[in-house]
T-cell receptor, first 113, second 109 residues
């Protein structure tokens, strides 16, 4: 049973607002990821982390930032939200000592008006 | 560049068998994954192949041929709940996952 949690599940905000999407996992996984996915489209990697104090940018250019101060916590922040940020954001984690299987959170669906 | 190809959409009948193909071109290979994703939900892990051959897990089986850069997911005794998108993903030489766009499977009664 995967133990990875995202909040909020749904968020509607106005343009220019700052938001933070939370992601926590209790599996002790070192590697964590943030993906962006529009309905019916493929997953795009926006950030990942190998462990505490490690953050890397993914393939998709993003105006978001992440931090990894604790193993279990990997928040994503948008300093100034725009309508183009409207999407589903999926957090995931994996144990690099295993096969690399990703465990996903339930997602945060963001709408920017 | 790196590329994963899978059909956009497939339709099958309840109780039947369906095969979803995936071909890949990546820089290195450290395993191939299949995930299931229901509409509006997160992907869930189905299978992992790193060696050539067939891996069977209940109604689902996954096959890999590394020399051909090819995999398929076989779903037997289809049920309505199998209606979902099926995502193929390959782990490259840098242990990064390269994702396909997914195959939307529609099951008809």
């Amino acid at each position: 049973e995967a133990d990875i949690y995202q909040t909020p599940r749904y968020l509607v905000i106005g343009t220019g607002k700052k938001i933070t999407l939370e992601c926590s996992q209790t599996m002790g996984h070192d590697k964590m990821y943030w993906y962006q996915q529009d309905p019916g489209m493929e997953l795009h990697l926006i950030h990942y982390s190998y462990g505490v104090n490690s953050t890397e940018k993914g393939d998709l250019s993003s105006e978001s930032t992440v931090s990894r101060i604790r193993t279990e916590h990997f928040p994503l922040t948008l300093e100034s939200a725009r309508p183009s940020h409207t999407s589903q954001y999926l957090c995931a984690s994996s144990d690099p000592r295993d096969t690399g299987e990703l465990f996903f959170g339930e997602g945060s669906r963001l709408t920017v008006l | 560049g790196q590329n994963i190809d899978q059909p956009t959409e497939m339709t099958a009948t309840e109780g039947a068998i369906v095969q979803i193909n995936c071909t890949y071109q990546t820089s290195g290979f450290n395993g191939l994954f299949w995930y299931q994703q229901h509409a509006g939900e997160a992907p869930t892990f189905l299978s992992y192949n790193v060696l050539d051959g067939l891996e069977e897990k209940g109604r689902f089986s996954s096959f890999l041929s590394r020399s051909k850069g090819y995999s398929y997911l076989l779903l037997k005794e289809l049920q309505m709940k199998d209606s979902a998108s099926y995502l193929c993903a390959v782990m490259d030489s840098n242990y990064q996952l390269i994702w396909g766009a997914g195959t939307k499977l529609i099951i008809k009664p």
